[in-house]
């Protein structure tokens, strides 16, 4: 299964929702996509992942490339919403130390809308 994301806006905040597979086949589409929402004006950023049925190594460096490119003064970023699998590898990488991981998209919308200007909730 390829990889599919869609767009969205909730609450105001820009959301991604991965859908499929983020391999090392196409984990450089992916990155590429996700870097295109982050090189933007766009100051936020979730991304579901409800749909994703498989994440490997290559897509866990997505994430936190993506992460690092939403850090930083009034900058936030969160995932949310993963299958038992992807939220074990999350768990297991130590991931979930390092990303801010939610269980439901208004839950992480709700953290990243209440990140304040030095980068922490407010």
Known sequence: MALNVSWARNDGVLVARLAGRVDTANSMECAKILREASDSDERSLVLNLSELTYLSSAGLRILLMTARKFSGTSRAFAVCDMSTQIEEVIRISGFN????????????????AGTGPDGAPS
Do not use: I, R, T, Y
Not at 97 to 112: R, T
């Open 97 to 112: 130390q390092v990303l801010s991981v939610h269980g439901s998209e208004a839950a992480a919308v709700e953290f990243v």
